[in-house]
């Protein structure tokens, strides 16, 4: 069960609770007119999981009333995408085309009661005649039609005797109607193409609205769950139904109506999704690059993490746009768990370390230990070994962390490196590194007292395997992507000769791994062979789009800084990062801990600008941001925090203008933290307002003066330290309100 009841649970489980039902029966109707996606996932899930929840049944049912578009093809993919996603249809697929017979009988009994009429108006003029949402529509002729003649036309459509649009059967209810829908909707239209179940047997076939409710109504359905853009349509459901006497009969099904998903950078629709796969823009359905499930489960997200996602959006009635992020988010948080941690290379450089002979294996564990699972390989290492090419700098920018020839590196699991000599070739591109390695510096037993900043990733060159890696990105640099125009073209990216270290390929330890610092890979389930395994780029360690946009079009700064790297495990900054962290330093003034902070935590920089929004106090606002919020948001989500971005601002302008001092803010902060409260009303309800009037402050001195005499006589001895002293007590006596730079004015000039 869900953990939190969304809307349509909580009508199913009324319906169950008045008796009117004993069980529940849900569909999943796709057309096969497709690959599903993400946004069938969400439906799939909708409806699979409330059948199981209840306790009820789902039917995996093809809509497949439209014979131009659908194809088996896509009924495969269909039944794949749901049993992947961990659903059972009982492997009995129907198919409303099944019902082809039975719906024609239904027809049959509108046109008897006089409720449908064939009508032989063109497209053109249907449209016409229908009118708009302010002007009435007016009825055909044909209407006038009498029952028989009606029955003899519709007959003749069935067998084939008209062209394609020659006649339709509509619906006779309302041309008036305010709901445009049910002015006289069509039932059926001609058409005289090969369905691939039916064959040629039919020459109609029924629209969506006369086909789906019966449908639903000839499985038990229950409740016919769809997306809003169906809700004008749930009256034509309900009258077809009610029309044929079908309403009262118990079960009866009732359409009920859900927000779609929609997921930014991402084109949705099967007709776009059929166009890329057709002009080549992808491999084909199962590109790694679409959001179909196919195209996810051959990058290689987990189930899991769909579901996860699906989970985490919910189920609302409001359309709304669901960040990309989340789902790469949800990847990333199940694979974190689950994956042994390998060492990759995808841009080899050489180094060969002199001062070492022969070889020797190195046991390194798959998991680091905050994952609860257990395995570990043999790390070969030699002479030779091969690390990734920017993880060496010649002449590094300050806070490059790496290899450098001044500056020492750890390779992974195994020893301390220095670099002796940069080998370059005649254009001056280096082509290898003479190092030497320092023996007492072994992973888990160091006793050489180097001090490294970070450790990187190394394979041995004589056992490393040589594999292609395809690094994946969005497919769309747009955020609303309208068509090809917006196709990101670094979406795709080939390596052919990278290099892995080789239990990867002989234990085949898993299908996923963490490159350690590069993302995570999965084995390609396509093209992976022994001789040429391929790795897909599932996802980032980090997200590195979030800021991508709004820093390209800022043209910021380009001061040296390349790659930043603050302690031996920690991933390099990822472009995005960095723009960000130079526009802290160098347009905000930031320190660089404070940039660093707040520019690798998505989070934080986002609270950050948001702060910035409402008051410009860069350095202030920056400060309690990478500090206090930093802190209550490594436990939180930012939609948990009791805070807003707002207030943060207040408090921090409150400082700004000398009404709290800052340790205040600190106790203000952790007030806010806990209860909610707004700054202004925290410092008032506290009385904690800053005292900087120099009369109120004034007999504190004198106080604290009169109870430390010696320390007075050794300050005017020449012990200046004491000031601090001095300072601290005024402070401390006021419980922090008092103005330190006031308090300091004050006592300064008394100890004179
Ligand atoms: P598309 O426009 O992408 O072709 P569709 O709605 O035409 O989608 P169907 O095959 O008719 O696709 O849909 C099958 C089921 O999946 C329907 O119940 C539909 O409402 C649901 N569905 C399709 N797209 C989404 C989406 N983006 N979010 C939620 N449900 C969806
Ligand atoms: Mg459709």
Redesign the pocket.
Known sequence: MSEHKDFLRTIVEEDLKAGKYNKVVTR????PN?FP?I??A??IVINFGIARDYHGHCNLRM?DTNPTKEDTKYVEALKDAVEWLGFDFDNNVHFTSDYFPKLYDYAIELIKMGKAYVDSLDEEEIREYRGTVTEAGKRSKYAERSVEENLDLFERMKNGEFKDGEHVLRAKIDMTAANMKMRDPLLYRIRHAHHFRAGDAWSIYPMYDFAHCLADYIEGITHSI??LEFENNRDIYNWVLDTLGLGSISPRPYQHEFA???INYTV????KLLELVKGGQVSGWDDPRLPTIAGYKRRGYTPESILNFCDGIGITKANSMVDVAQLEFSIRDDLNTKVPRVLCVLDPLKVTIENYEGSEEIEATYYPHDVPKEGSRKLPFSREIYIERDDFMENPPKGYYRLTPEQPVRLKHAYIISCKEVVKDVNGNITEIKAEYHPDSRSGSDTSGIKVKSAIQWVSASEAKEVEIRLYDRLFKDEAPEGLEDINPDSLKVIKNALIEPAVITEKPDERFQFERQGYFYADPVDYTDEKPVFNKIVGLKDSWSKKKKTTTESAPKPQAKKVQIDGEVAPMTEVQEKLFNKYRADLGLNSEVANTLARDEKLSYFYAEALTVLNSPVGLANIVANDVARELKAKEASELKFSAKQIADLVKMVDDETISSKIAKQVFEEMAKSGESPTQIVESKGLVQISDPSKILPIIDEIMEKNPDNVAKFKAGNTKLLGFFVGQVLKSTGGKANPKVVNELVSEKLK
């Open positions: 999943f109707p796709p057309e497709g996606h946004g069938h969400k439906s809509d769809c997306t779609r998903l929609g949705m629709s099967k007709r």
